[in-house]
């Protein structure tokens, strides 16, 4: 894993952030139902990201599960939907403040735990990884990357990317970007991402409240 420096998007990037957020206030005319704006969202996150495999995830009781997805088998959508910790006796687990603990990097950035100090961690509390094996052999702490369920890199993914969808501290989903080659998300692209997952949350915002 190496860090994502960050840098301004160039002309063509400009172009497909403005055609997106365009995309993003028509479909706020049109839509009401969050799942079919996550239907819409996909695709344009497929687009910009120029990932294989793109999912969003949205706040549905407890927990988190996929609402959209294109490119990922069905096997791993289905262990890979439901977030939430249990105990051995299926009941959820719950943090000091009674949320609901949410397993493995996509629950972290989730709660926006977050360190901005890590490379693989932005500022704007995104995780990106260019290659989850490197991230995976560098030695790390156990605290840097928390209780991780390794299913991405096991899946033969290793370009990973998880931009919380987020506005005014609520957190109301997630777009979640892989891909089996390595180094697919440049700084470039973790902007237009960012940028896009903004602009979605204030769909969900109206959407979902």
């Known amino acids: 894993m190496t860090g994502q ?3 301004t998007p160039d002309a063509s ?10 995309d993003l206030i028509r479909m706020a005319n049109a839509l009401a139902d969050p799942k079919a704006i996550a239907r819409q969202l996909v695709v344009l996150a497929q687009h910009l990201s ?7 995830r949205l706040k549905d009781g407890p927990g988190f599960p996929y609402a959209a997805n294109l490119g990922f088998p069905e096997r791993f959508l289905a262990i890979e939907d439901d977030l939430c910790a249990t105990d051995e006796h299926g ?7 009674r949320q609901p603990i949410l397993a493995c990097l996509c629950g972290r950035v989730i709660s926006g735990q977050v360190d901005p100090q890590q490379t693989f961690f932005t500022n704007r509390g ?4 260019a290659s989850t094996s490197n991230l995976l052999a560098s ?8 209780d991780t369920r390794n299913r991405c890199n096991a899946a033969g993914y290793e370009t990973v990317g998880l931009f919380p969808i987020r506005r005014d ?8 970007c892989n891909d089996p080659r390595p180094g697919l998300l440049p700084a470039e692209a973790v902007d237009l991402m960012e940028n896009l997952a903004a602009s979605a949350a204030h769909l969900f915002q109206l959407a979902m409240t």
């Not at 501290?169 to 979640?176: F, P, R, S």
């Open 50 to 56: 120029g990932c294989e495999a793109v999912a969003i």
């Open 139 to 146: 030695h790390l702490e156990p605290e840097c990357l928390g």
């Open 13 to 22: 990037g400009l172009n497909l952030e403005r055609r997106a957020f365009l």
């Open 169 to 176: 501290a609520v957190t109301y989903g997630l777009i979640q």
């Open 126 to 129: 995104s995780f990106i990884t």
């Open 91 to 97: 009941r959820l687990l719950r943090d000091s403040y």
């Open 5 to 7: 420096a960050r840098s």
